[in-house]
């Protein structure tokens, strides 16, 4: 297990406060040590960041027309 991944199993397991705490350390030691996280990017890139890894069943052929149609809003009288 990597360290990114020790790290991210032990986080789960804090309440939403305590995440947002930890979050807020990370970016006090990023601010602190100029390592400002990159901003921009791939798609592939962010998802990797944040969901740890790209399953090997994640789509990636999702275009355009894979994405639903708006639905005009009905008017109130």
Known sequence: MTL???I???IQTLSPSLQRETLD???FLEHRYNQEPEKGGD???FLAAV?????DDFPDD???DDLGVDT????FD
């Open 4 to 6: 990114a991944e020790a």
């Open 51 to 55: 969901a740890g890894t790209l399953g």
């Open 8 to 10: 991210q199993t032990r």
């Open 62 to 64: 999702i275009g355009g």
């Open 25 to 27: 350390f990370i970016e």
């Open 43 to 45: 798609t592939e890139a």
């Open 72 to 75: 005009p809003r009905q008017e």
